[in-house]
């Protein structure tokens, strides 16, 4: 990479891609500039520190990449909005291989093409390790929706795979501890599916995007901590309580997976992190939409509760944890 | 920092801090929401990493925040944008003192306020080391400024402190290389201007923001990587060549810490780095508005050149080199 040097390479991950229409102006300039047709945006960032967030020998450089967007996408999403444009910073060691780069901007963009929007700037820099860090811009197409708008007998439902990237975290991880240069092939066969959806979280943007105007959403969250983590901030914000129907989240999938690692894989849906799937808040007179799935209940009180009890020892990500 | 938590982190810094109108909604939910009255609104992203961009031993935790805040914000104004708002992305140690987070807060904030704009959301994650991603985004209120507008016949003119910075920067690296652990006190007290500037540059967004609409400016740009490479951007951008005039450029207050420290300090003003100064240019036919001073002429041709000769040795800063 130092040879290329920053502009070098900022040629180069920018090479052949398309602007997506809402970017007015692309990088090259001081800033982009990016159409807001209804007279407001929603922004959002996240960054991502490898070997805390990523690690380069579990995550190719192009699930990396769209792991990036989709996360901060479906921040997006959650509010109601349609991504318009995403800026990324990229810090990275100057003896990262190009390859590495272009690999990684590839998937940047691949997952940017999902959400409907385009790269429109950035910024490269050195540094020790691989820092990723993604602002996502949308277009409030309706009123923002919420944290704090759930009312005492709404409809608790999600859209999305919920504990699938928690399971295969601990597939990753047990096969690693057993063989840590060579993870245990057995395993990583076994639980492909939960390893993929870990490594590369699809966020069902059209359960949100699609929603007829009908359909009366009260509050709405991206479930990246964990559901019952993100879950208390609508019940918080909105001052209710909320209960889920254990029943009613069991993912037939990952029973094989927790049996093999010994986990009870209603932990992995209730805090395994990283889902980026959606957990909203519906009137109960209204039909669920496609895609969603009814899973509790929304209650006056606070706090959330699994069949009407606590769940203890379920903490969700917590950064400084 | 970790007995905190992330959301005890979240609520330190946001504690007591007043939003500007143009933010709809601030932080605490999914995503911020801006407004964007022009239909439009322009990005920008930068990522500062720990002794590469800053030093804790050079800067304090505040000055830290200005300078992240006050580069981005000067994106932002180099294309003719007023600052509606920054998201702030945050790596730190978890053994981080959690006054020092407080600190770089009130920095961002206080060049935030500086700026017109306030700190809208962000992001804290646990990294081996300091870095700040800070994007700023803005509200066009004229057509955008863009690099590439310059035609023959223009002038050249510059607004702020040109090679403070990298005076200052000398000046600290000869002090520290004195002595490491006790920097000379002696330079540091005889050039404190110029060390000042390198630690919080103050961008003059006053020089762009209050251009009255009658100003014929046909290209602008943030002087950060050093004056002759900026605006060999606009060279390259407009398809023109610019000549600068090296006794315009002088700065009188730069030559004592040169001779102290053995360098011509035109050589800071070419290509210090980190200004954070505005160039820019006029038709000929304008009259300089205040805070401008005239220090070339766009010709026909390519490339930037000092006194009718190209400049070697001098390249500015880049982020690979």
Redesign the interface.
Known sequence: ??E????G?IALVNAGRTQTPGV??GP??????????E???????????QD??FRTDWSSAHDIGRKAIAQNAA??V??G?VPS?F?????CP?DTPVEFVRELADGLWAEAGRAGASI??????????L?I?V????D?RRA?I???GARPGDVVAVAGKLGWSGAGLAVLSAATADAPDAPSADLLTEFAEVVAVHRVPQPPYEAVLELPDTVEITA???VSDGLLADLGHIAE?SGVAIDLTAAALAVPELEAAGKALGVNPLDWILAGGEDHAFAATFTDSTDLPEGWVRVGRVRAGSGVTVDGAPRSGLGGW????
């Not at 007279?39 to 520190?49: A, C, N």
């Not at 602002?135 to 949308?138: E, H, K, S, V």
């Open positions: 990479m130092g290329l040097g920053e502009f390479l007015l102006l090259g300039d001081d800033a982009a500039v990016i159409a807001a047709p007279g407001r945006f929603v922004v959002t960032t996240d960054m991502l520190v805390r967030h921040d997006v959650a509010m909005a444009a800026v990324v910073g990229l810090g100057s429109a700037g950035g910024d490269m820099v050195r540094s020790p390790l820092i860090s602002t996502a811009c949308g409030p923002p919420r944290l704090s709405l969250t991206d914000s917590e950064s400084f944890a």
